[in-house]
């Protein structure tokens, strides 16, 4: 039985000469913003670029026509025009709801750009490193507006009146009086100061942040109070107001809502099969969460209950795919497995029981279907992946990142736990770990004949010829020594690094 591993990314290309076709791709994308623009709705994601939907999230176009970079971590509107922020190629406006796409940089020093804002005329830009820079007409030129700013990895902008805001990373909020042009760090009581999230609410300003929860300031950042009451999972990512609601998007509890300015919180995510929530936004009753991984959701009564709007929002990060027969398969970061009957044209999940949404390798053994999982172990599907069952016992590390098969042998490569060994389809495990380094990381595992390798990140690559009750080192040669990817064509073996 042949076996095909890899980590896939798609960018989107199909050259003539390089004779790639890009197929339907499973759905459900890492959402890393959201903006609403008369009757569309946009999504910006990690990889995927640019989504327009004119129905509510019902059904998704991609719009990324002249977009060069399709990591996108923010967007706004001002007017007519749509602003993109991309991580490494800066700036993008639209005129026409994304249809066509221009670099707008100049002046842009930094071009990792991860927050935008609109006040009045003036378009600002968080970026990692270079800290704020000002637009005053539409992206066509920039200026660097940072005196003052301390720390330069802006992760979130707001404006109120006024003032302006930057939440930091590490260097918690600053705040300027006159468009960036000079910056005060306002942090008394901001026992946080990793600031994902910034909205203002009146006199009321938010801070979420990562591991502090939401904290309140109702004096323009001079002091902040944490507002965490209910708050189970304080990894803030996400913050929007509607009315006299506030809710918050979380890094695993999914979304939660506040209707006293924070003071007690309430978890609203039935529904929400995604829980890591990095975008919310408004657009009239209804509510949209952007997941990491999962897609967009919709929710028209506060977050009471969750639909998926997926169907052409698609998940670009794909991290193994496996044949079997006419089936293909594909773990995906956030969406789970998908299986397409048709050559890729079209996608259908398939996480029945499969607990973990982060499956980074599968395997086939027969009618046997392992998938591994980033924190939830081993499942099989003897059905092709129409159910899931975990199969973990023995297996002390719940992160798997590699599956191989030989024989009536299971190898799983885990994350600092090494390799371990099943010999009956997973129903116990026993490590095999014996001459790798103490704490392994082992993304990667192939056969060739009877000697199984190892791919370690910091190690190099691994020789076992005894089914891994032992290791030997072959790194000769390995200029790299953190390994990411293996593969056998032959005689010769492949090693793809980091």
Not at 34 to 61: K, P
Not at 129 to 144: A, C, D, K, R, Y
Not at 459 to 474: A, E, Q
């Amino acid at each position: 039985m042949k076996t095909l591993f890899g980590c896939l990314v798609l960018a989107g290309l199909a050259t003539a000469s390089a004779q790639w076709i890009q197929t339907d791709g499973p759905n459900a994308a890492f959402v890393t913003a959201l903006t609403v623009s008369d009757t569309n709705l946009f999504a910006g994601t990690d990889g995927g670029g640019v989504f327009r939907s004119g129905n509510n999230g019902t059904t998704w176009t991609p719009v990324n026509t002249g977009l060069t970079n399709t990591v996108v971590y923010a967007l706004t509107v001002s007017g007519t025009n749509l602003f993109a922020a991309t991580y490494g190629d800066g700036v993008f406006l639209s005129t026409d709801n994304g249809t066509i796409w221009t670099e707008a940089n100049t002046g842009l020093l930094n071009r990792n750009v991860v927050a935008l804002t609109v006040s009045d005329t003036n378009l600002f830009a968080g970026t990692i490193g270079g800290g704020v820079f000002l637009s005053t007409n539409n992206g066509t030129t920039w200026t660097q507006v940072s005196t003052g700013l301390t720390n330069m990895a802006v992760e979130a902008i707001a404006a109120a009146d006024t003032n302006l805001f930057a939440g930091t990373y590490g260097g918690g909020v600053f705040r300027s009086s006159n468009n960036g042009t000079n910056w005060t760090p306002v942090n008394a009581g901001l026992t946080n100061t990793d600031v994902r999230a910034l909205t203002v609410s009146d006199t009321n300003l938010f801070a979420g942040t990562i591991d502090g929860g939401v904290f309140l300031s109702t004096n323009n950042g001079t002091s902040w109070i944490p507002v965490n009451t209910g708050l189970t999972n304080t990894r803030v990512l996400a913050l929007t107001l509607s009315g006299t609601n506030v809710f918050a998007g979380t890094n695993g509890a999914g979304v939660f809502l506040s209707t006293n300015n924070g003071t007690t919180w309430t978890q609203v995510s039935a529904g929400l099969a995604n829980m890591a929530v990095d975008a919310i936004t408004i657009s009239g009753t209804n509510l949209f969460a952007g997941t990491y991984g999962g897609g967009v959701y919709l929710s028209s009564n506060n977050g009471t209950n969750w639909t998926p709007v997926n169907t052409g929002l698609k998940n670009t990060d794909v991290r193994a795919l496996i044949v079997s027969d006419t089936n293909i398969f594909a773990g995906t970061y956030g969406g789970g497995a998908f299986l397409s009957t048709n050559d890729g044209t079209t996608w259908t999940e398939v996480n029945t029981n499969l607990t973990g949404t982060n499956v980074p390798a599968l395997v086939v053994s027969g009618m046997n279907l392992f998938a591994g999982t980033s924190g939830g172990g081993v499942f099989l599907s003897t059905n092709n992946g129409t159910s899931w069952t975990p199969v973990d016992s023995g297996l002390t590390n719940t992160s798997v990142w590699a599956l191989v098969v030989s024989d009536t042998n299971l190898f799983a490569g885990t994350y600092h736990l090494g390799v371990f060994r099943s010999t009956n389809n997973g129903t116990s495990w026993i490590p095999a770990s014996t001459g790798l380094p103490r704490g392994a990381d082992v993304p990667a595992l192939t056969f060739s004949g009877t000697n199984l390798f190892a791919g370690t990140q910091g190690g190099g690559i691994f020789l076992s010829t005894n089914d891994g009750t032992s290791w030997t080192p072959v790194n000769t040669g390995l200029t790299s020594i953190n390994i990411r990817a293996l593969t056998v064509s032959g005689m010769n073996l492949f090693a793809g690094t980091s």
